[in-house]
């Protein structure tokens, strides 16, 4: 992800694109309640109303999708609002060596 961004920045930012580079790394060992899940969506929405890039590892998202399943199978009352957070239609996914990522344990 540091190797993407580096090369990103310099690519996008520092061009006269001058495009606002977000990253978002995810681990399940963070705890996710309403206020975070709140302040991941603003974020996401400033870089969507910006123009910006949001640099997610693979790792990172499918640490979050999990997560949203887990917290959706106890109950928790933020599981419907990240759920509709991760699978917004407002996002593009764009793979850099997709025959690595494609690979069956890159997958939920």
Partial sequence: LNEAHSYLHNTLTASILGIQLYTMPFSR???????????????????????GVLLVAPEHRLSLELHCKELSNNGSSIAKELHDFIYDDLWRDILDECDELLRHNFQL
Avoid: F, H, P, Y
């Fill in 29 to 51: 060992d963070i705890n996710l309640d309403e206020v975070s899940v709140t302040a991941m969506k603003k974020a996401m929405e400033c870089c969507r109303i910006e123009g």
